[in-house]
């Protein structure tokens, strides 16, 4: 239960495909102290994955994949509001009425719909260029105090908070204004095969990422392949991007300083850390695959989970929606 000082932080991610270790260290390691402190809102947010064409069945089974992800993490679903965004329809009435108060302007200076309408021209659908809006309707219909999120959002979050201060300042206080979660963060995972950039599942080099669902002889391969440079010895310099990804890899599963990680590989060559860094990602790994296995040979304990988080997640919805519907004039049913 929530008590009246604690803040609400809210997290929405697209299921698409597995999760990877850079979101583990980053993001889902953390949450679990979170959980302390805070009321958190983890949504899978379904709606914003239809602005990209969806096979009905394999989105279905991605959906369910993505919310045992969550789940072989180690969330507390008591403590933890875990829930499809789709099944609760106040995200979609706040996200019209929302549009209504954002400019087109606005909406338009949005860097990643001009992004991602440069990579998928063949489908610029309206739904791409309101993506934000719905994104604020999800962080401000819980009355959100915190949200974490990365440079690639950052614009995003600031359009809700645009929102959320007009609207407020028409109609009198009725959302909370949300900031940027800058609480401790988990180390920051690089590209195994471009070290310059962050691991993301969209890249296109598999050899680049992690997946958190990858069996142990792939993460052994791809370790293998992950670039280093020719310095050949094992120190923490900004000259080595690679090596400083590997180190960053191994102290955050370790919990280990980054001084004794440097300390035990010195005078070890890249090979060892290598292989070392591949061990302890496997040692990880293995865990979280199992009991992501065993949720998803479990369909009818999904069900319980998502059912549940969406009956608490509507409590906090619809006494938003009953404020915001009194204040514009609509007449509640």
Known sequence: MQN?????????????????????????????????D????????????????????EFRNTCL????????????????????????????ELAWILNCYTYMGELNRMTQFKDKSERHQENINAGLFTYPVLMA???????????????????????????????????????????????KQGARIMSLQDPGKKMSKSDENQNAVIYMLDEDDVIVKKLKKAVTDSYNEIIDRPEQ??????????????????????????GKGYGALKMEVAEIIIENV?????????YMESPEYLETI?????????????????????KIGLINS
């Open 137 to 183: 309707a999800d962080i401000l219909l819980y009355q959100t105090n915190l949200v974490p999120v990365g440079e690639d959002q950052r614009q995003h979050l600031e359009l809700s908070r645009d929102i959320a201060i007009r609207f407020n300042n028409i109609f009198g206080h009725t959302f909370a204004v949300p900031e940027i979660y800058v609480g």
């Open 306 to 326: 998502y059912r549940s988080g969406a009956n608490r997640a509507r409590v906090t919805a619809a006494a938003t929606m009953l404020e915001v519907r009194s």
């Open 65 to 92: 994949s993505f919310l045992a992800q969550y789940l072989a993490s180690g969330l507390d679903t008591e403590r933890n509001v875990i829930f499809f965004q789709s099944h609760v329809r106040e995200h979609t």
């Open 38 to 57: 805070y009321q958190c809102y983890y949504s899978i947010v379904d709606l914003h994955s239809l602005t990209v064409k969806q096979d009905p069945e």
């Open 241 to 266: 991007p690679g090596v400083q990804n590997l180190l960053s890899i191994y102290s955050a599963l370790t919990r280990e300083s980054r001084d004794k990680v440097v300390e035990y590989f010195s």
């Open 4 to 36: 009246q000082q604690q803040k609400t932080i809210f997290s929405g991610a697209q299921p698409t495909g597995s999760m990877t270790l850079g979101n583990y260290i980053g993001a889902l390691q953390n949450w679990k102290q979170l959980e302390k």
């Open 286 to 294: 293995k865990p979280f695959r199992t009991k992501y296995r065993q």
